[in-house]
Nanobody, 118 residues
Framework: QVQLVESGGGLVQPGGSLRLSCAASGSIFSFYAMGWYRQAPGKQRELVAAITSLGSTNYADSVKGRFTISRDNAKNTVYLQMNSLKPEDTAVYYC????????????WGQGTQVTVSS
């Protein structure tokens, strides 16, 4: 089983940067696709970025060119580097892990708040 713990959220001014981390426990981390989702008040949860076990990435159009997802399998950690932050990036950010080979293994972290405001 995979346990996920996010960190790195906080308050930042528009144009600033933050790096989110998601630390995962478990012996099969390398077989999971990882993603970052976010949910703002009154809005649906949306996929921000995802990365497969082989390193292929996918980004929401709204964050392309500004956010970068990466993973370090040796450290069981996935990162989201967020640059040029905008007020509309304000949300709770959640880490997600999905087993690429076996259905039914889908895990979520507790979330970390990101607030972009002047």
């Amino acid at each position: 089983q995979v346990q996920l713990v996010e960190s790195g959220g906080g308050l930042v001014q528009p144009g600033g940067s933050l790096r989110l981390s998601c630390a995962a426990s478990g012996s099969i981390f390398s077989f999971y696709a990882m993603g970052w989702y976010r949910q703002a008040p009154g809005k649906q949860r949306e996929l921000v970025a995802a990365i497969t076990s082989l390193g292929s990435t996918n980004y929401a159009d709204s964050v392309k060119g500004r956010f970068t997802i990466s993973r370090d399998n040796a450290k069981n950690t996935v990162y989201l580097q967020m640059n040029s932050l905008k007020p509309e990036d304000t949300a709770v950010y959640y880490c997600n892990a999905v087993n690429e080979l076996v259905r039914g293994y889908n895990y979520w972290g507790q979330g970390t708040q990101v607030t972009v405001s002047s």
